[in-house]
């Protein structure tokens, strides 16, 4: 409901009854928590407030009584309805989950058109946690609010990030060779996927170092393998040759240039290649979206050809099922949405469409050339006039190079505040790229999604 009618002080009457029903959700309570200032954990979803190692989740009894609020400012009296004063008495506490009921009912009228109300909130079930009496000023006029223009709210949490930390943590953690953790933001990711029993760590590179970056964290390491050699091409062959041995399962990115650690990973002989292009892909948790969304490639294929591109839609389209996505659907993005010979891109992303629809792309839907807002929005991709199963439902975004896919990646982790997972795919095993701007969230994530991915591929 967008539009709200107020009930002018000549309408009212004395026995005159308003209800409001809400769901309380677990973003109430943060809503609430930042509006108010009031963080007690007691009232927090999975915090545990009295320690005995159980949230409580309580909505906030004056929460309840905002309910009270919306009540007399959107049915009755309704808008222009101001506030004069409000008793109140506590019964019973809320959680997410419950149903609420609230009643507001006219007891008496007076002069300048004071409106004095019972007012009560009660579960659907009729257990009664707050009553009271409000004191108002009715509106002498009846007037007519358009709430559609009010900015909605989006809380900033990372629900599909918890559910697939969730899922590997279930899994054995997997052997891990994490090249030249030297310094110790690089170190971190590592100490966090072995403390999360996502990973067991190989330690290679300069000892020395990595002792010290484990002293500046506070990291126990002295049950970790940990292999010395400070030359960091030597240690990237070093790691490569533990999954040939059987004792690694994924590599993890230290600190060491990106191309030092993938040359020994493509090498024809004794590298990890499998016959396919290797690709980067951002796994993302955006806030407001209901789904994980894929980008590539941000961190490898520079400007991919048509040929290259066929293995960086097949990479996404394998993590994506791998992460629960059964029939992912891929936008492949260009400018504009419409076949044109002076933007290659748009080419490129037609003739995708049509490998896949003839079986030389599997395991999603491939569509394009999309346009950013009709990927992902429904509304646009109607106003288009575009007719199609990815159109405004992409899980899977390709953009047309390095360049776009890096500038669309990190928009939406520094303007949107999504979470972002980097892992590489088209080897042998999964290559873990963090970030030094990387939080604990994304790299747990990324260690996260490497496992899930060994795992399905060790499945196979």
């Known amino acids: 409901m967008t539009e709200f009618r107020s009930i002018p002080f000549e309408a009212l009457r004395v026995g005159q009854e308003a209800t409001g029903r809400r769901l309380c959700v677990a973003d109430d309570l943060y809503v609430f928590a930042h509006s108010s200032g009031n963080l007690n954990p007691m009232h927090l979803p999975h915090a545990d407030g009295d320690g005995d190692g159980v949230p409580e989740a309580v909505a906030p009894s004056m929460w309840l009584a905002a309910l009270i609020s919306s009540v007399l400012g959107n049915r009755m009296p309704g808008p222009g309805t101001l506030y004069r004063s409000q008793t109140l008495s506590f019964h019973g506490h809320a959680q997410p989950g419950d149903e609420l009921v609230t009643t507001v009912r006219v007891l008496d009228l007076g002069p300048g058109r004071l409106v004095r109300l019972a007012t009560r ?19 002498a006029e009846e007037t007519v609010f358009d709430a559609t223009g009010v900015p909605g709210l989006v809380v900033e949490r990372h629900v599909q990030f918890d559910r697939l930390l969730a899922q590997a943590e279930t899994l054995p953690p997997i052997p891990t060779a994490v090249i030249s953790p030297e310094k110790a933001d690089a170190l971190a990711g590592a100490i966090l996927g072995r403390d999360h029993t996502l990973i067991t760590p190989i330690l290679i590179g300069d000892a020395r170092l990595i002792a010290a970056a484990a002293a500046e964290i506070g990291a126990d390491i002295s049950g970790l393998e940990i292999i010395d050699l400070p030359d960091h091409s030597a240690a990237a062959a070093r790691g490569v040759a533990l999954v040939h041995e059987g004792r690694a399962q994924a590599l993890m990115k230290g600190h060491l240039h990106t191309d030092v650690l993938l040359k020994h990973v493509v090498k024809r002989e004794g590298g990890l290649r499998m016959g396919r292009m290797l690709s980067h892909v951002f796994v993302m948790d955006v806030p407001g979206l209901d789904h994980l969304l894929f ?9 991919p050809d048509l040929e290259c591109k066929v293995d960086i839609v097949q990479n996404a389209i394998d993590l994506a099922r791998t992460l629960g996505i059964e029939v992912p659907k891929v936008g492949v993005l260009s400018a504009v949405e419409t076949v044109t010979p002076k933007l290659p891109s748009t080419l490129d992303a037609a003739v995708l469409s049509k490998m896949a629809e003839r079986g030389q792309i599997t395991g999603g839907l491939v569509d394009g050339p999309l346009a950013m807002d009709n990927a992902v929005n429904l509304e646009a991709a109607r106003t288009k006039g575009i007719k199609s199963l ?10 047309p190079n390095l360049e776009a896919a890096n500038m669309l990646a990190k928009e939406l982790t520094f303007i949107a505040h999504a979470e972002a997972a980097g892992v590489v795919i088209g080897a042998q095993v999964p290559v873990i790229l963090t970030s030094r701007a990387d939080d604990e969230k994304a790299r747990l994530a990324s260690c996260a999604v490497a496992a899930l991915y060994a795992a399905r591929k060790a499945a196979l």
């Open 121 to 139: 909130v009660e579960t659907a079930h009729g257990v009664l946690l707050v009553e009271g009496e409000a004191e108002v000023m009715a509106p």
């Open 295 to 303: 980008v590539t490639d941000a961190a490898i294929n520079i400007a």
């Open 390 to 399: 990815v159109a405004g439902r992409a899980d899977v975004l390709v953009a």
